[in-house]
């Protein structure tokens, strides 16, 4: 098993590009998410998905867009980069049973700085 | 809403020396906690967990206790060692989809 996976895992972009950053698992879990880490906040969800089809926003969802095409995939797209997104992006992904998620499993992370 | 409050780092150990993180939350009902660690240049991996009140995680020779009466969480190692030098984030979740961290403590661990 790969586990989770992110690319890429550094970006430089400049203020009004767009892109994607990349997720995918192969453990067959139907949650997924985003989060986004910045020094001494913690991490922060920006949008989650509890199976195909269904997508969510978490506390940060702003300039961000997601979708859940499959089980294994869950990219995060930035529509219009700008400089107070520079961070460090982690997905993960859990089981999900009635709702509720279990341990969440995270990807290495993508370093993204908007210049 | 739910919130986690860490003790800020860094926190700087000789080899040996015995650990405390302290980690408080608030939340409303029973939520689920956790200890996960980042080590330099990774993810985040879980340490522990505990789900209900009184339960005690383990893993690695850290431990922590689910607190409810003082809403806290708190890590503890007997005998750190260099290789523990990370950042542990406590969370919570509220019987949901979302996991609440608090900001992230720094450990480093001299030789």
């Known amino acids: 098993n790969a586990g989770v996976t992110q690319t890429p895992k550094f970006q430089v972009l400049k203020t009004g590009q767009s892109m994607t950053l990349q997720c995918a698992q192969d453990?067959?879990?139907?949650?997924m998410s985003w989060y986004r880490q910045d020094p001494g906040m913690g991490l922060r969800l920006i949008h989650y998905?509890?199976?195909?089809?269904?997508?969510d926003q978490g506390e940060v969802p702003n300039g961000y867009n997601v979708s859940r095409s499959t089980t294994e995939d869950f990219p995060l797209r930035l529509l219009s980069a700008a400089p107070s997104q520079t961070s460090v992006y982690f997905c993960?992904?859990?089981?999900?049973?009635?709702?509720?998620?279990?341990?969440?499993?995270f990807g290495p992370g993508t370093r993204l700085t908007v210049l | 809403g739910n919130s986690v409050t860490q003790m800020e780092g860094p926190v700087t150990l000789s080899e040996e020396a015995f650990l405390t993180i302290n980690c408080t939350y608030t939340a409303t009902g029973y939520p689920s906690l956790f200890w996960y660690v980042q080590y330099p240049g990774e993810g985040l991996q879980l340490l522990l967990k505990a789900t209900k009140a009184d339960d005690k995680g383990s893993n690695k020779g850290f431990e922590a206790t689910y607190r409810k009466e003082t809403t806290s969480f708190h890590l503890e190692k007997g005998s750190v060692q260099v290789s523990d030098s990370a950042v542990y984030f406590c969370?919570?979740?509220?019987?949901?989809?979302?996991?609440?961290f608090g900001g992230g403590t720094r450990l480093m661990v001299k030789p």
């Open positions: 998905s509890v199976g195909a089809g269904i997508t």
């Open positions: 969370a919570l979740n509220n019987a949901g989809n979302m996991l609440t």
């Open positions: 453990m067959n879990h139907e949650y």
């Open positions: 993960a992904s859990s089981y999900s049973i009635a709702g509720f998620t279990d341990t969440q499993y």
